[in-house]
């Protein structure tokens, strides 16, 4: 009887996802297949911002699917034709364009930033192209820049022109890694100075048309995208048109707009020397440390690289105002998947989507995320049986990798979907197995501040403020914040 409900639970979904668009393009879909990626994408089905997902095997594309809407106002359904904002996505592109300079001889990895433009503070002959690839330069956040009360959008020649007025890095470079937007705004200047051409010409003759990617394009002020995907803020029931923000103009970080068979074109160019000689191209695909090269995992240029049972996996995800993406490439298993959305991202959710389509697309052979399976349970069997099955995972350490991050990011997801009972019990789990992590005590003070709940949000904010280390401080400002908006 159980086996029964689960197919009539995929048949209820499947009824309610968009068509298979360009089956041409892709091989036969088993129902198995059909049926799991429908799940995946269950939330974006029906009258909703959009996805578009694809899985590359061998060569082939072995599913495009969308699901939703790309432009709600005027009802136009996601296609894997349409074009949405990738953001940190973009950054592969951006390193590739460097890469590209590289090859033509007009700069190498270890020129310095003084050397490219003289007018730069002096800071700059300390910092490498390198270093800017790796998010190992120091510059400063880019939003420092922002003046007050600025209605215009923030472009990268505004990044590099407030760089100019700094004195210092926030730390040495080379000497830590740190996420940073920054360095790849000044790398689309960069490529603009040696190339003689606008950041998006350079992208559309180097890396664009060679490998036929028409649908692709650099976001510009005033330019028209074709098939383009409008982006939204999900919020419980509520969907707001919000597709841009004061620093969506920047192109070099996140700034191109592409299509899931656009991105099948760049993977597979990938494998070749279409752009780069392969031994050229290998080098954006390890760790940089202080010394150099590294086999550990890391970041490389414009790609996060991670390690498997000794498999390398190529990955990155993006997020920017209405949009979400996240790709994962592993070369020795001949397979990536890339995910596009036009909402604004939440958590873990699109990059545990993507490991879930390379588990299931490979057999088993790379784990499937636990919170996959745990909301599977409790989708089909309530939160019961969810939270059974999650003491039964979270000992199995050969089949799955729980943490408690990841369960905190699983709750605050059921949070967002207004889902507070279910997210109650997984809070309560995670209080339990990590006393003194802040996270369950946390999700459980946001809950009861919603249900305005004065005894309980209380006692529960000021567990989180006890347990907070100073990464985790946003977490004890928040509770205090709470604490301070209850009604008296």
Not at 138 to 152: I, M, P
């Amino acid at each position: 009887m159980k086996y029964i409900q689960i197919i009539l639970f995929f048949l209820i979904l499947s009824s309610g996802c968009n068509s298979i668009k360009n089956v041409s393009e892709s091989k036969p879909q088993s129902n198995d297949d059909i049926e799991f990626v429908d799940y995946l994408f269950k939330n974006y089905s029906g009258d909703k911002p959009g996805a578009s997902s694809i899985v590359i095997k061998n060569g082939e594309i072995e599913l495009a699917k969308s699901y939703g809407y790309a432009d709600l106002e005027n009802n136009v359904l996601a296609t894997p034709q349409t074009n949405y904002r990738i953001a940190s996505v973009t950054k592969q592109f951006t390193a590739m364009a460097i890469m590209i300079l590289v090859n033509q001889g007009k700069l190498t990895y270890q020129t310095n930033l003084t050397e490219i433009f003289p007018e730069f503070p002096s800071y700059g002959k300390d910092i490498t192209i390198e270093q800017l690839l790796t998010h190992r330069s120091g510059l400063v956040k880019y939003n420092r820049f922002l003046k007050e009360g600025q209605t215009e959008q923030m472009l990268d020649k505004d990044v590099f022109n407030g760089l100019l007025k700094t004195d210092s890095t926030y730390f040495k470079p080379n000497t830590k890694y740190a996420y940073c937007n920054t360095s790849y705004a000044v790398m689309s200047q960069i490529v603009e100075k040696l190339s003689g051409l606008s950041f998006s010409g350079f992208m559309q003759k180097e890396i664009f048309q060679p490998l036929e990617m028409s649908n692709s394009t650099v976001l510009e002020i005033g330019k028209e995208i074709k098939n383009r995907a409008y982006g939204y803020v999900v919020k419980d029931t509520s969907i707001t048109l919000k597709d841009q923000s004061l620093f969506s103009a920047i192109q070099g970080d996140g700034g191109i707009y592409s299509s899931v068979l656009d991105y099948y074109k760049w993977d597979q160019a990938l494998y070749t020397d279409k752009l780069l000689p392969l031994n050229e191209l290998d080098a954006a695909f390890y760790n940089y440390d202080e010394n150099g090269k590294s086999n550990e995992s890391g970041y490389g240029y414009g790609w996060i690289v991670g390690h498997h049972k000794g498999t390398k996996i190529l990955q990155h995800g993006g997020a920017s105002t209405g949009f979400g993406s996240h790709v994962i490439r592993i070369p020795s298993q001949n397979i990536s998947v890339a995910i596009f959305t036009n909402r604004s991202k939440k958590g873990q959710e699109l990059a545990n989507r993507a490991k879930a389509l390379i588990s299931h697309f490979t057999n088993g052979k790379f784990q499937m995320p636990f919170e996959i399976v745990l909301e599977k349970e409790i989708d089909q069997n309530g939160i019961e049986s969810g939270i059974d099955l999650y003491n039964q995972i979270k000992t199995d350490t050969m089949n799955y990798s729980v943490s408690k991050e990841a369960l905190f990011s699983f709750g605050i997801g059921y949070i967002n979907n207004n889902r507070s009972s279910e997210a109650l019990e997984i809070f309560s789990c995670l209080e339990s197995d990590y006393p003194v992590y802040f996270g369950g005590y946390y999700g459980r003070a946001v809950i009861y501040s919603k249900e305005k709940n004065v005894k309980k949000t209380i006692d529960y904010c000021n567990k989180t403020i006890k347990y907070c280390t100073k990464s985790q401080e946003w977490a004890a400002e928040h509770s205090r914040k709470m604490i301070n908006e209850l009604p008296q």
